[in-house]
């Protein structure tokens, strides 16, 4: 009889190998997605609202496996990147549309990354004055020189200091039985802060410009539809590890926080949250984790808009290629470098709320991208036979049907008054 390939000394050994080869773009996406702004937004989400924003984390799990799977699935099936797609089936204008918003996400973003390295230099008493310049300055130098990512395992080793959040959670002591209720159970205030906080959610959990991430990363691996069901693990792995690290920082947050008033206004009372585990060195240890997070979205960010805007039109891209080669490319991605640190040099802002606000601004730009993404996962001229099931195309539309509306009530909220 002869043995199955799967039982096979070399098939064992085989296997755990082709595994680790498939896994990256997945993981690496999730992970640089809970960066400065996604670290914020969860810390105000379980300091201003306790455990009534649990069950977000639940349900955008399985939104963000679905989002994130069919990216990568498109890049295996098509070879192409993300933006190369939208332009071939929808053409030049919805492209420019497409890539404006793109854009808008990614600068928002950085502003946001810039003010989460100010923030967690101020935590080591340097100033923003100081931290955010340099750190503009090597980011733009590691992007030239296609260096960044000898430093990226560094920055995700780092960013791994919120796992302080699982032990800390533990040590408050919450109600688990509570705990349980909110992760299972919906809670929705009608309060304009409340669902401008979950649009945030939603925005920094399935940030748009994830989406390019994943699909070019995949592209660039040469990931084909052979290795796609290896790939879903490297997808499910980092979707449901990055999401349970957020779980854990509103419970913690919720837990220590919440209870006492503190809504959170700086980064240092965010770093409270990790008192039960660190204590005194709570603060250095946010801020190592929160500088971390935000420096390698930082180098992530405008890299993947200038690849994605080229892409988009046709345009000559790469690092290696000079201004004269590349002067989108080149400009693109310097640009969005400047505006973020730029933005955060102005005086007297607030950190927090720019961090947040910088999701919210994702959450509502996602809707729109996601429409062009199911246009593209459906249409068997370019997909074939690998075009969304119908649960894959309910979770899909369910999220940007669910987004849309609560960017709705949010206007009439607003228009009413009931902010809070």
Partial sequence: MTASVATTPKGRRLA??????????????????????GISTYSVDGARFGYDMLWMVLVMTFSLVVVQEMAGRMGAVTGKGFAALIRERYGIRPSFFAMSMLLVSTAGTSVAQYAGIAAAGEMFGVSKYLSVPLAAFVVWLL????????????????????????????MARPDWAAVAHATFVPTFRPRADFVLLVIATVG??????????????????GVTVKELPLQRVDIIAGAVAANVVAWFIILTTGTVLFP?????????????????VAGRYASALFATGLGSAAFLAACVLPLTAAYAVCEAFGWERGIDRSWAEAPAFNTIYTFVIVFGAAVILLPGLDLIAIMVLSQAVNGLLLPFLLVYMMGIVNDRRIMGRHVNGRAFNGIAWT??????????????????????
Avoid at 16 to 37: E, F
Avoid at 147 to 170: G, T
Avoid at 400 to 420: D, H, N, P, Q
């Fill in 16 to 37: 755990p190998l082709a595994l680790l080869a498939a896994l990256g773009p997945g993981i690496i996406a999730a992970s640089a997605g809970n960066d400065a702004g």
């Fill in 143 to 170: 992007v030239v020189r296609g260096s960044y990512r000898n430093v990226e395992k560094v920055l995700l080793a780092l960013s791994a200091v919120f796992l302080a959040y699982v032990v800390a959670a533990f």
């Fill in 399 to 420: 999220t940007i049907v669910v987004v849309i509306g609560l960017s709705c009530a949010l206007l009439v909220m607003t228009a009413l008054g009931r902010m809070g």
């Fill in 204 to 221: 920094t959990t399935i940030a748009p410009w994830m989406q390019f991430f994943v699909q070019s990363n995949i592209v660039d691996k």
């Fill in 260 to 276: 006492k008033g503190i809504a959170i206004a700086d980064a240092g009372e965010a770093a409270l949250a990790l008192a039960p």
